[in-house]
């Protein structure tokens, strides 16, 4: 089984929906990212939590939030989906800050 | 604003030759960088690490940092086919952050 698991792998959905992403871990860190990721422009930053009430946006975060449900369990929500959303997102958690682990990533088409 | 650059490429190599990738970045102030790799639509995986100015050997990888010029390298030596892939470099700029280049794609023909 996989250390970062993502759900769903493939989205599409209409503009203005509402849609979740999900990211759970067996890897035992506290510190969980998401980050989309775009042809050209490498990996950004969209929220990041060192722990449960540890909440912290990045670089790209309007139109974006988060939950930390528990350790292991760290979702992204697009409260209104618009085309420029679609991208190809990942969860990750890592060690200290030193090693990232991702998972296989959700793809998302927004029409 | 703090940025980590690589060139784009595609970066093609023969078959058994040495692959190297470059990456600069912008903040004296980083402490650890990291070498990535991406097969298409994969995501990331580590692959090198290195924290201090010098060479650091792994296998066939080889990452040399030089603080002084900003510089990150990696090489591959005895190149193969499944080395062809996205390599990112990325750089820890405190708060356990890092920072991501958008990626050198390197095509290794055989």
């Known amino acids: 089984d996989a250390d970062v698991t993502q759900t769903p792998r493939n989205r599409i959905t209409k503009t203005g929906k509402r849609i979740m992403l999900e990211c759970s871990q067996t890897?035992?860190?506290?510190?969980m990212y998401w980050y989309r990721q775009d042809p050209g422009l490498g990996l950004r930053l969209i929220y990041y939590s060192f722990d449960v009430k540890d909440i912290n946006k990045g670089e790209i975060s309007d139109g974006y939030s988060v939950s930390r449900q528990a350790q292991a369990k760290f979702s992204l929500s697009l409260e209104s989906a618009i085309p420029n959303q679609t991208a190809l997102y990942f969860c990750a958690t890592s060690d200290l800050g030193r090693r990232f682990f991702f998972g296989s990533g959700t793809r998302l088409t927004v029409v | 604003q703090k940025e980590v650059e690589q060139n784009s490429g595609p970066l093609s190599v023969p078959e058994g030759a040495i692959a190297s990738l470059n990456c600069t970045y912008s903040?004296?102030?980083?402490?650890?960088f990291f070498w990535y790799r991406q097969y298409s639509g994969k995501s990331p995986e580590l692959i090198m690490f290195i924290y201090s100015n010098g060479d650091k050997e792994d296998g066939r990888f080889t990452a040399q940092l030089n603080k002084a010029s900003q510089y990150v390298s990696l090489l591959i030596r005895d190149s193969q086919p499944s080395d062809s892939a996205t390599y990112l470099c990325a750089v820890n700029v405190g708060n356990y952050q890092l920072i991501w280049g958008a990626g050198t794609k390197l095509i290794i023909k055989p």
């Open positions: 890897k035992g860190h506290d510190r």
């Open positions: 903040d004296r102030g980083s402490q650890s």
